[in-house]
């Protein structure tokens, strides 16, 4: 049975001890909480179930987690329910301790990201590293997207695009890209870093009912030079248009607009 | 000030919202305690500053520092100090908080690690990653040596030899590397993974006393396996011989043992 602690407000702790805060050894999720109910809750715990089996943290009874869930929401309409699972306390050293006891940590927010419809974005000098063995989940090292952030807090931006170390596109610091080229909806291939986002998913499978061929590839920033659109996602806020670039402006916001309605996002995401 | 929270035995947590569990937004600092003092305290505190500077996290009064580790240590004559800094609580989202205040946990343990002065080692299929941005310094993402270990456990041998993605050396899941050339003494370049150890400094400033070449380059496993000799090194183990790589049995610890005197290491670092 998980410990979970609810947070709303008030102030909670966990173990010092916790693998977490030691290694960075666990995932979260942050979900936006829509009409009473988690969207996309199924995707989400399929991305943590993956994270889970990748890192051998046993995943949480799902019944239970959902009771967990809807206890720290308490009636709320709208907002953002944030989850955090560690390996759980643990003595010091690498090697995860034998007895299984992952932590559960639930946070509740009122507040719903503001979710304008277009970006400014900037490219940074701050690169993700590549690993096979980490990508694509969302684990808890993060220190590349924090110092990345930093970087965009010196610069004009809204948000920042993260090449990986072999100059590959991969995203922005919390949000997936799409680049429109005709009709191919084209968004990194994440096998080597990046993290794979609930609303990269639902964009990905809805796409061609939209009647875009959706493709996970390769991209470069020269690729994006040549799209013809570019817009970012999120689970928190959708769908957003990138209108500027670095240098260069775009004025194309029709596959977001398509993929949006599509997803029934609905203004402010 | 810091908040600092001591334990011996007993429990002490941090705040939920702290970044070093939600983004792995920290340091962290593992040192020896013999006959009441902390073993190369001054250089744990330059590397310290150093990921201090790297992550723009404000490095702690050193005064302040001192006191709180003495106070945790408590009169203990031997045993392990472990030191975490983290960039502090925070609110949801990557972007470091404008008010800074970080967080600092101390933890004494009256024990020492184990440390015989011989090692078999296995090459681990779990590989690190490659960013200058966060190679040498000891922050708090440390998933791929968590997944390390996780392999060695299912392994016959004490330690782990990992390479970065690229297929260079790095070091053990915890520990640094020395390989010995007639009298070169090489060590791997950190400038794109692995942790730049104080015992590894120490070795690279002494080894010249000793009659060695000290030289930090490129290493591939082909060059461990033309070395006459290779030891490993670690803050709480002090020095410790590899007698075993994958399948090659190792019969020289010579080059080990006479830096283990050199430094003054002794009976079970």
Excluded: W
Excluded at 59 to 64: A, I, K, L, S, V
Excluded at 218 to 229: K, Y
Aim: aromatic letters at 4%; glycine letters at 12%; one cysteine or more.
């Amino acid at each position: 049975v998980p410990t979970a602690r609810y947070i709303r407000g008030q102030t909670a702790s966990v173990d010092a001890t916790d693998r977490g805060l030691a290694y960075g050894d666990g995932l979260f999720e942050t979900m936006a909480l829509r009409a009473g109910g988690i969207r996309y809750f199924g995707y989400h715990l399929e991305r943590l179930a993956e994270g889970c089996e990748r890192l051998a943290i046993p995943f949480p009874d799902r019944g239970e987690l959902e009771r967990e869930i809807e206890a720290v929401a308490g009636g709320l309409e709208r907002g953002t329910i944030k989850l955090i699972l560690t390996r759980g306390p643990g003595i010091r050293g690498y090697a995860p301790p034998k007895t299984r006891a992952p932590t559960v940590v639930l946070f509740a927010d009122p507040a719903a990201a503001p979710a304008p419809p277009e970006l400014t974005v900037a490219t940074l000098k701050m690169r993700l590293g590549e690993n096979a063995s980490l990508a694509g989940i969302k684990h808890l090292c993060r220190l590349e997207q924090v110092l990345g952030r930093l970087e965009l807090s010196r610069l004009e931006a809204d948000e920042g695009l993260m090449l990986s170390t072999s100059g590959m596109v991969i995203g922005g610091t919390s949000r997936n890209l799409f680049a429109v080229h005709g009709r191919a909806l084209k968004t990194p291939d994440l096998g080597l870093a990046g993290i794979r986002g609930v609303m990269r998913r639902a964009v990905l499978e809805h796409a061609a009912e939209a009647g875009y061929a959706p493709e996970e590839s390769r991209l470069t920033a020269a690729d994006l030079g040549t799209a013809d659109e570019i817009f970012m996602t999120n689970a928190l806020v959708g769908i957003q248009s990138v209108s500027r670039l670095d240098a260069r402006r775009l004025v194309k916001f029709e596959a977001a607009e398509r993929m949006r309605a599509m997803l029934d996002l609905g203004e402010g995401a």
